[in-house]
């Protein structure tokens, strides 16, 4: 990525009673405002530091305020008083934009996948298999075989993983014992964010 920064002027304003002592430009000097502007991919990103001057208009010669005693002050007051150029925030404002919009679109994905899942839970079938956390960094799965009212039947996956477990997501691993849940432990466990997928009926290869 290329960083990298240049000194811009954003404000003059002609001082009246002072020439340039080397041109002899009379009324030519100027206060003078350079901010130090920040760029990416050379793209206005920040406005940095503002220094005050006292230029010539006439040839460009700058000078610190200092060098010219009796106008020190206001010098300094006419860059305080310069307002930074709202377009030198154009790349900070460009990345908020990106940053606010993938923000919103991950929000968005997770809010559609959480009413999936509780569409799932409602309309719960054999053969649906519920992804969830065992515990912290553990996860595993159990196949639900039946339901009964508000209980579900499953086989619990005999392993689990510290990685995903779709991994494990195998006919074979699903012959233990049938066990059951209730369906308001099951939405529990969802609003907690212990289940990480329920999915719809599947069919395992022979």
């Known amino acids: 990525m290329v960083h990298g920064y240049y000194s811009k002027l954003i404000s003059k304003q002609q001082i009246s009673q002072l020439k340039y002592p080397k041109c002899d430009a009379e009324y030519d000097m100027q206060f003078e405002t350079f901010c130090k502007i920040h760029h990416m ?106 339901v009964v009212a508000d209980t579900v039947f499953v086989h619990e996956n005999s392993r689990s993983t510290n990685g995903s477990a779709y991994q494990i997501d195998d006919s074979d691993n699903y012959k233990g014992p049938e066990t059951f849940f209730m369906k308001s432990e099951l939405k529990k466990w969802l609003a907690e964010g212990k289940i990480n997928d329920i999915t719809e009926p599947q069919t395992y290869a022979e």
């Open 41 to 146: 991919l050379f793209i206005p990103f920040v406005a940095g530091k503002k220094t005050p001057y006292i230029g010539c208009g006439k040839c460009g010669t700058h000078y610190y305020p200092t060098a010219f005693p009796a106008f020190e002050q206001q010098a300094i007051e006419f860059a305080k008083q310069t307002k930074k150029r709202w377009y030198h925030f154009s790349g900070l404002m460009l990345l908020s934009i990106f940053v606010i919009g993938a923000v919103t679109l991950v929000y968005k994905g997770s809010q559609e996948n959480k009413k999936r899942m509780d569409n799932n839970l409602a309309a719960i079938q054999p053969n649906c298999v519920i992804f969830y956390h065992k515990a912290e960094d553990v996860n595993t799965s159990m196949l639900v075989s039946r």
